[in-house]
């Protein structure tokens, strides 16, 4: 378990990056989370010459089209303090291919950065947010398992493509059925149930409100929806305050459908 309370600065480069990191942040309420333009770093006060034990996790949120890897390989280049980030998001397009020239770019990124960690999401636009919303939720609160980014790259980059939901409940209570609920809404089939490689569920919420035994039954009727060789993760964020419990699913599934 752990209790959280890691600061985390996430910084944005393209449209849809930044515009949900923005929108985001504009909504965010549990703390230990900043955002902010990759070509305006210098405004954040990122102080990498502190303890590495002390550093916030910084990680870097990129469009995978031509114009925003362009400009942030630019800037990654004329910024020294760029030496050690923990975490780079490419941001991919459902429908569109990555080109030749996107693809160099996003290799020369990563050769620029030399991070460990890093993800091609691809997926529909209307699920970055709750990847972003994820990350953010990772170390923030409580949680009865210590979940972080390296067990979500890893795992997130044995797939291909991602979908995601999230649902507002009115107590602990509402989370067997809302699971069972959500991820019906995924509107996954039987061939891409199948090939689900991963299946996180994040649950923020009044960790005055949760005990133990909750978390066994949502948690088994979450397993029980998927196949036994799906990697199951369960993040939460529990904090001492009056939040409804809100559940996000996010499913990695591989391209083998046949």
Not at 29 to 35: D, I, L, R, T
Request: net charge negative; aromatic share 8%.
């Amino acid at each position: 378990m752990n209790d959280g309370k890691i600061n985390k600065m996430f910084l944005g480069c393209g449209l849809l990056a930044e515009r949900n990191l923005a929108q985001l942040q504009g909504s965010w309420s549990y703390g230990y989370f900043n955002s902010g333009v990759l070509n305006d770093w210098r405004l954040h006060s990122i102080d990498r010459d502190i303890k590495r034990e002390d550093q916030p996790i910084l990680g870097i949120v990129i469009d995978a089209e031509e114009l925003a890897l362009t400009n942030a390989l630019n800037t990654i280049k004329n910024s020294p303090r760029f030496d050690r980030i923990d975490l780079v998001v490419f941001i991919e397009s459902e429908t569109k291919q990555i080109s030749h020239v996107e693809k160099e770019l996003i290799l020369a990124i990563e050769d620029t950065l030399d991070c460990n960690l890093i993800q091609r999401f691809k997926s529909h636009s209307k699920n970055i947010l709750l990847l972003l919303d994820l990350y953010a939720n990772l170390l923030c609160g409580y949680s009865p398992f210590c979940i972080d980014h390296v067990d979500i790259v890893s795992s997130f980059n044995k797939g291909d493509v991602y979908k995601a939901t999230q649902m507002t409940m009115e107590s602990f209570d509402d989370l067997n059925k809302g699971i069972y609920h959500m991820v019906n809404s995924l509107g996954l089939s039987q061939n891409e149930i199948n090939c689900t490689v991963v299946a996180v569920l994040t649950i923020t919420g009044d960790i005055k409100q949760w005990d133990v035994n909750i978390y066994d039954s949502y948690i088994t009727i979450f397993r029980s929806l998927f196949p036994c060789e799906t990697v199951i993760i369960p993040n939460h964020n529990l904090q001492d305050d009056d939040h409804k419990p809100i559940a996000s699913i996010i499913v990695c599934v591989a391209d083998k459908l046949t």
